[in-house]
């Protein structure tokens, strides 16, 4: 025997299918415009290979294991890798860009792009070299090459530093850097960039 349903129980029933359909509604809107927040923007460049590049970079100053005072010289060296500024005009190219100091971070997985916060520091003039204010006590630091646009190569050196509480001076040595703000050189390395973490070139 079937039974019919009453006209309460039908309304009922419509009455909640109505609901559940309408916070289907608001859900299915409010998550359709809206990027998930753990995406991140993809721009490798198809034509680089990120993975297997043919430049090499090292750390030239300080040494692995090195006490060193503020400011801290970092110098590196590259082969085979061409250092250029990158601008808002220039396309990436495979074994051009720039170099980043990474400090108590590690190194970025190739083709990821390179943050631009504190604890990553960009070398948008082209330059090998950055003077940076840190913290005393022991840093890991890493040096790391990246496109144009950031995106990391598996291009990298990695030492440990300590840094003392000296009264300044740093690791520098007669290649023209001052220790006056931490910033300035005149040497054509590069040392004037900007230590906070982010390049104003950027």
């Not at 297997?52 to 010289?73: I, K």
């Not at 006590?137 to 030492?159: F, K, R, V």
């Not at 009264?167 to 300035?184: F, I, L, Q, V």
């Amino acid at each position: 025997m079937t039974r019919t349903p009453t006209r309460r129980q039908y309304l009922t029933a419509s009455a909640v299918t109505g609901i559940a359909a309408f916070a289907g509604c608001i859900n299915n809107s409010d998550g359709a415009d809206e990027p998930d927040e753990n995406e991140t923007d993809d721009e490798r460049v198809e034509n680089i290979d990120y993975t297997n590049p043919n430049g090499e970079l090292a750390f030239v100053r300080p040494e692995d294991g090195a006490e060193v005072s503020n400011p801290v010289v970092v110098e590196m060296e590259v082969e085979n890798f061409e250092l250029r500024p990158p601008g808002e005009d220039t396309v990436p190219e495979s074994g051009t860009g720039h170099l980043h100091v990474l400090v108590d971070e590690g190194c970025v997985e190739p083709g990821y792009v390179i943050p631009q916060e504190d604890g990553y520091y960009h070398l948008s003039d082209g330059g090998r070299e950055i003077e940076i204010e840190l913290e005393p006590g022991e840093h890991d630091l890493c040096a790391q090459a990246g496109d144009d646009i950031h995106n990391a190569y598996d291009m990298t050196d990695e030492i440990s530093i300590t840094v003392t509480e000296g009264d300044g001076g740093g690791n520098a040595t007669e290649s023209g850097n001052e220790s006056g703000d931490g910033n300035e050189t005149d040497s054509e390395s590069g040392a004037g960039n900007e230590s906070d973490g982010n390049s104003s070139d950027d």
